[in-house]
């Protein structure tokens, strides 16, 4: 089994920590902008451990990155301590992430463009943990969240359940943004057909994840 980064293994350090449950909604909002101006947050432990993985945070994307990291452990935060060490554990089993979870959890949270995605990728870690969705779903939603952009997020409620007469009327380019993240598919109707919620879209949906935090 392959080792993880050290930035990996500290972040499923954390993961694993009882202390996670003093990252508070209140405190992500702030932001870690303001735990570098203000000071007071570094007392926090689980804010302080994100802040030094990235040293002073010389840059405008560690600062990013950091602020998502802590967005997405907020919602880690909700779940039983045992559940997390088990989900952890499980993920390092798989071949997909052989050992190196903290890494691919940190390299698909820094290509999410929107610091509210992050809160949303913990939701499908979440229902991942309560055995809500395979590891394969785990995957595949993930994907789609880096791939949907955030502003069409909101609109997939009433794709999931739109006619197909309704669906030929919409904008192509948002069907287009459905379709390349693997929420949308074309049902091979006749004269071109309509573009249809996928089965992950119904999933997508049935998780809560078409409402930015």
């Given at each position: 089994?392959?080792k993880d980064?050290?930035?990996?293994?500290?972040?499923?350090?954390?993961?694993?920590?009882?202390?996670?449950?003093?990252?508070?909604?209140?405190?992500?909002?702030?932001g870690?902008?303001?735990?570098?101006?203000?000071?007071?947050?570094?007392?926090?432990?689980?804010?302080?451990?994100?802040?030094?993985?990235?040293?002073?945070?010389?840059?405008?994307?560690d600062?990013?990155?950091a602020?998502?990291?802590?967005?997405?452990?907020?919602?880690?935060?909700?779940?039983?301590?045992?559940?997390?060490?088990?989900?952890?554990?499980?993920?390092?089993e798989?071949?997909?992430?052989?050992?190196?979870?903290?890494?691919?959890?940190?390299?698909?949270?820094?290509?999410?463009?929107?610091?509210?995605?992050?809160?949303?990728?913990?939701?499908?870690?979440?229902?991942?943990?309560?055995?809500?969705?395979?590891?394969?779903?785990?995957?595949?939603?993930?994907?789609?969240?880096?791939?949907?952009?955030?502003?069409?997020?909101?609109?997939?409620?009433?794709?999931?359940?739109?006619?197909?007469?309704?669906?030929?009327?919409?904008?192509?380019?948002?069907?287009?943004?459905?379709?390349?993240?693997?929420?949308?598919?074309?049902?091979?109707?006749?004269?071109?057909?309509?573009?249809?919620?996928?089965?992950?879209?119904?999933?997508?949906?049935?998780?809560?994840?078409?409402?930015?935090?």
């Amino acid at each position: 089994m392959m080792k993880d980064t050290l930035r990996g293994s500290e972040i499923i350090n954390i993961m694993r920590s009882d202390l996670l449950v003093s990252v508070g909604k209140e405190y992500l909002e702030l932001g870690v902008d303001a735990a570098l101006e203000s000071g007071f947050l570094r007392d926090i432990p689980i804010v302080s451990s994100v802040v030094g993985l990235f040293g002073t945070i010389g840059s405008v994307r560690d600062q990013l990155l950091a602020t998502k990291l802590l967005r997405f452990l907020g919602q880690l935060s909700k779940i039983p301590q045992e559940d997390r060490i088990e989900m952890v554990d499980k993920l390092n089993e798989d071949d997909k992430f052989s050992g190196k979870a903290g890494a691919a959890i940190l390299e698909i949270i820094d290509r999410m463009e929107s610091q509210m995605k992050p809160e949303l990728a913990g939701k499908c870690f979440a229902a991942y943990v309560r055995a809500e969705i395979s590891f394969e779903e785990l995957r595949r939603l993930l994907f789609a969240l880096e791939r949907i952009p955030s502003f069409d997020i909101e609109k997939l409620a009433d794709f999931s359940t739109i006619a197909i007469e309704d669906s030929l009327k919409m904008d192509e380019s948002l069907l287009l943004a459905f379709v390349n993240a693997g929420l949308g598919k074309n049902n091979g109707g006749f004269g071109g057909g309509a573009i249809v919620p996928t089965n992950l879209c119904q999933t997508f949906v049935r998780l809560g994840l078409t409402s930015l935090p």
